[in-house]
């Protein structure tokens, strides 16, 4: 009997192929190659049927033909109906990082390919900074600042300036929440 991921997965996939852009969509979601047929969401060549599987159907749902418009970069707390998301986002997309600055740090190359990364914009701030692809179309930046013996260290991460053009609130703040657990998984 399919759980309610797996039905939620189900129901995005039959919208999507409603009106058929073929017979698959084929991008890379989260640093791994993703395979969508009318019969279900591959990752790697395994069928995922939970949260991601549910991200990864909103975007192909959202996303469209419009291009992706990195800046000005957002704060998910000035994106549109956030603010119910706002206090989980920090916890789980920022606060989550702040304890690995130093490790995120060394070792950011090895994330940086895996998840078709590239140095933070001109004038992002921090001590470093780095942009990170979970979809094609939504890009997150993120701004770190090492410990000194003034401040802690911290982490901000912001959106792509039309990401809410390719997936709805909630789903960016999921988007966000994964992508930074891909990077915790990175670390040594």
């Known amino acids: 009997m399919p759980d309610n991921y797996s039905k939620i997965v189900q129901e995005n996939i039959r919208m999507l192929f409603e009106n058929p852009k073929g017979k698959s969509l084929e991008f890379q979601a989260f640093g791994m190659n993703c395979v969508i047929y009318p019969e279900g969401i591959f990752l790697k060549g395994k069928k995922e049927e939970g949260v991601l599987?549910?991200?990864?159907?909103?975007?192909a749902l959202h996303?469209?033909?419009e291009e992706m418009i990195l800046e000005p970069l957002k704060a998910f707390k000035d994106l549109p109906n956030s603010s119910p998301f706002?206090?989980?986002f920090a916890a789980r997309t920022q606060q989550v990082l702040v304890p690995h600055v130093e490790a995120i740090r060394r070792t950011r190359e090895s994330f940086l390919k895996h998840l078709s990364g590239s140095p933070g914009p001109h004038g992002a701030g921090g001590d470093f900074s780095f942009v990170l692809k979970p979809?094609?179309?939504i890009a997150l930046c993120y701004i770190f600042y090492r410990a000194d013996e003034d401040f802690p260290a911290s982490a901000t991460c912001l959106?792509?300036?039309n990401a809410l053009t390719f997936a709805p609130i909630d789903a960016l703040a999921d988007t966000a929440e994964y992508t930074s657990r891909a990077i915790l998984e990175t670390l040594p």
């Open 159 to 161: 959106f792509s300036n």
């Open 86 to 88: 706002v206090a989980a």
């Open 135 to 137: 979809f094609p179309k």
């Open 53 to 59: 599987g549910i991200l990864i159907s909103l975007y």
């Open 63 to 65: 996303a469209g033909s």
